[in-house]
C-alpha cells in the first residue's frame, strides 16, 4: 500500500463530495483509467463519459492524443501532476454549446488522489481558475480563453496539494470528533451510573438514619425511662453526628439530582429581607457559641424577587456555615442588599483564607477546603451544590480571599428568575 | 382513644412508631404489606394511617389509592413517611391521595406533631 498525503475518498462518503464539491471537474478512475464517478463539470466538459469506459477513449474524442498522455500507472501512482495537451486547430463543438474558435491549446491538469486503499485513483481536471457559481455560460468563457500554462499548472498542484492537506485535516478532524462523542457517551453513562448509585445509596441510608435517630431522641425525651446525666450527654452527641450525616447523605442525594439532571427550582416570588432575616436567625447562634462578631447589614429596601427561595436559603446558610465553621476568631460579616437588577450578598469572614490555587477549585464536586496544618473538613460538596443553585438562577458565585486575613464570597442573583427549567 | 395504622416493613422503624403513639396514648395497629395495609384499615377504620412508601406486595402509593376508594376509609388522613426524597416523589404522594409527607429520617417529636394536625 502507498502512503498517502491524499484524503481518502469513497462512493458519497463526505471527503468525495467534498472533493467533487472543491474540483467540479474531477473524474475518478482506477488505475487502468477506466472511468467510474466524476464531478458535475466534467460531464459537462466530455458529455461522452459513461461509467466503465476508458479515459483515454474519452481524452481521444475530445482531441487528446495517447501519445500526449503520459500516464501510466507509475505515473498515476507517483502522485505528481499529470499535464495532458488537447489542441484545438479547428472550430469544434462539443455538446452542441460549447465552442471553441481558433487556434487553442488546452491543458487538462491532473493529480492523482489516492481513494480507496491504492486501487482507485482520482484525475482531478482543472481549467484555469473558474469563477465561483459558475454558470455554463461562465465556464464557456473561461474555456474560451483558457491559456494554461505550466506555472499555472504548478500554481494548480500546490493548491491541490493544499486542498488534500484540508481534506486530509478534515478526516483528521471527523475522526477526532467521533471518538470525541464516543468519549463523551461514555463519559456520561459513567456520570448517569454515578448518580442514580449515589441516589440509592442516599435512599437505603435514610431508612436505618431513621432508626437510629428517631430511637435517640426517643430516649431523651424519656420514652424508655429515665436516663442518667451521663448517658444523656451520650445522646446529645449521638444526635449531634446523626444529624451530621444526615446532612451529609442530604448533600450526596442533591447531588446526584443535580448530575442526574433532575434538578428544578420551585420559582415564586418572596421577600428576600425575609429570607435573609430567618437565614441570619437561624445561624447566629453557631457564630456566638463559638465566640465570633456576627455582623449583619441587610438593606431594608430589598424587596420582592423571584426564585427558589428554599434554594436559596440552602445557599446561605451553607456560605454563612462555612465562614463560622472555618474561622476561630474574629467576625462574619453577611451583606445583603440590591445592585442594580440583582440581589447581591456577601459573606465575609476572618478566618485562615484560601490560597488563589484553591478558589477556582473549591465549587468543583468533592473538593475540600485545606486548612492550615493540612486538616480538611467536611464532604467536599456544599460549594458545589450551592454554586450549582446560583448558577441555575441565572446568577454569579465567587471568592476573593488572602491567607490569613480570610475570604469573601460574593453572590448575585437576578431578582426575577424565569420559568423553571431542568438542569442539563 | 384515637386509632393509627403504621404501614411500616422495617421492625425498628415500626417498633419506635408503635412505642412512640402508644406512649401518647394512641390505639396502635400495623401492617408490614401494602396488601395488608388495605385489609387492615378496611376492618380496623383507623383514624390515620401513617403510610412507609417501599412496601412488599405493592406499595404504599397503591395501598393508599385502594384506600382512598373505599368509602368508609376516604376521609382517612394518610401521613406518608418515605425515603424517597425527590421533588417527583413529594407529587406522586399527592397524587396518590396522601395528605401530608415526611422524608426519613422522620423524627419522632416530628411525627407526633405532623400526625396530631392530621387527627385535628
Known sequence: ?424 | MKKILIVEDTPDNLEMMRVLFTAEGYDVCSATDGAAAVSMAESYLPDLIVMDIQLPVFDGYEATRRIKRIVSLAQTPVLAVTSYAMADDYQRCQEAGCDAYMVKPAMPREILAKARELLN
Not at chain 1, 495532458?84 to 491543458?107: P, S, W
Not at chain 1, 437510629?212 to 446529645?236: H, K, N, R
Open chain 1, 1 to 424: 500500500m502507498i502512503p498517502s498525503p491524499y484524503a481518502t475518498a469513497e462512493p458519497g462518503n463526505e471527503t468525495e463530495t467534498l472533493l467533487f464539491e472543491l474540483f467540479p471537474f474531477i473524474i475518478v478512475t482506477d488505475a487502468s483509467l477506466t472511468v467510474h464517478r466524476w464531478g458535475r463539470l466534467a460531464s459537462v466538459l466530455a458529455p461522452e463519459l459513461e461509467p466503465e469506459r476508458s479515459l483515454l477513449e474519452v481524452f481521444e474524442l475530445h482531441g487528446v492524443r495517447r501519445d500526449d498522455t503520459r500516464i501510466d500507472p507509475a505515473t498515476w501512482r507517483s502522485s505528481r501532476p499529470i499535464v495532458l495537451k488537447h489542441r484545438q486547430h479547428t472550430e469544434r463543438v462539443l455538446r452542441g454549446q460549447l465552442q471553441f474558435h481558433g487556434d487553442h491549446t488546452l491543458y487538462f491538469l491532473g493529480w492523482p488522489v489516492v481513494t480507496r486503499a491504492d486501487d482507485l485513483v482520482s484525475l482531478g481536471i482543472k481549467l484555469k481558475e473558474i469563477p465561483p457559481h459558475n454558470n455554463l455560460s461562465d465556464l464557456l468563457l473561461v474555456l474560451r480563453n483558457s491559456q494554461l500554462t505550466l506555472a499555472d499548472a504548478d500554481q494548480l498542484t500546490q493548491k491541490a496539494r493544499e486542498r488534500s492537506r484540508e481534506l486530509e485535516a478534515l478526516n483528521e478532524r471527523l475522526r477526532g470528533e467521533a471518538e470525541l462523542v464516543r468519549a463523551r457517551q461514555a463519559a456520561e453513562a459513567a456520570s448517569d451510573a454515578k448518580s442514580r448509585f449515589l441516589s440509592h445509596v442516599s435512599h437505603e441510608l435514610r431508612t436505618p438514619m431513621n432508626a437510629i435517630l428517631g430511637y435517640s431522641e426517643m430516649l431523651v425525651d424519656g420514652y424508655y425511662g429515665a436516663i442518667p446525666q451521663t448517658a444523656a450527654s451520650v445522646l446529645e452527641r449521638m444526635q449531634v453526628n446523626g444529624r451530621h450525616l444526615l446532612d451529609l447523605i442530604n448533600k450526596i442525594l442533591d447531588m446526584s439530582v443535580i448530575e442526574a439532571g433532575q434538578l428544578t427550582l420551585s420559582i415564586a416570588r418572596y421577600d428576600f429581607r425575609a429570607t435573609c432575616q430567618k437565614v441570619v436567625a437561624a445561624t447566629e447562634g453557631l457564630a456566638t457559641q463559638k465566640g465570633l462578631v456576627f455582623v449583619t447589614k441587610i438593606d431594608p429596601e430589598l424587596g420582592e424577587v423571584t426564585g427558589d427561595e428554599l434554594r436559596v436559603t440552602q445557599v446561605m446558610i451553607n456560605l454563612i456555615g462555612n465562614a463560622i465553621k472555618f474561622t476561630s476568631t474574629g467576625s462574619v460579616t453577611v451583606i445583603a442588599r440590591r445592585d442594580s437588577g440583582n440581589v447581591l450578598i456577601e459573606i465575609s469572614d476572618t478566618g485562615p483564607g484560601i490560597a488563589p490555587q484553591d478558589q477556582a477549585r473549591i465549587f468543583k464536586d468533592f473538593q475540600q477546603v485545606r486548612l492550615p496544618g493540612g486538616v480538611t473538613v467536611g464532604a467536599g460538596l456544599g460549594l458545589s451544590i450551592a454554586s450549582k443553585i446560583v448558577a441555575l438562577h441565572g446568577g454569579t458565585m465567587g471568592v476573593e480571599s488572602t491567607i490569613g486575613e480570610g475570604s469573601t464570597f460574593r453572590v448575585t442573583l437576578p431578582i426575577s428568575v424565569p420559568e423553571s427549567e431542568p438542569t442539563q
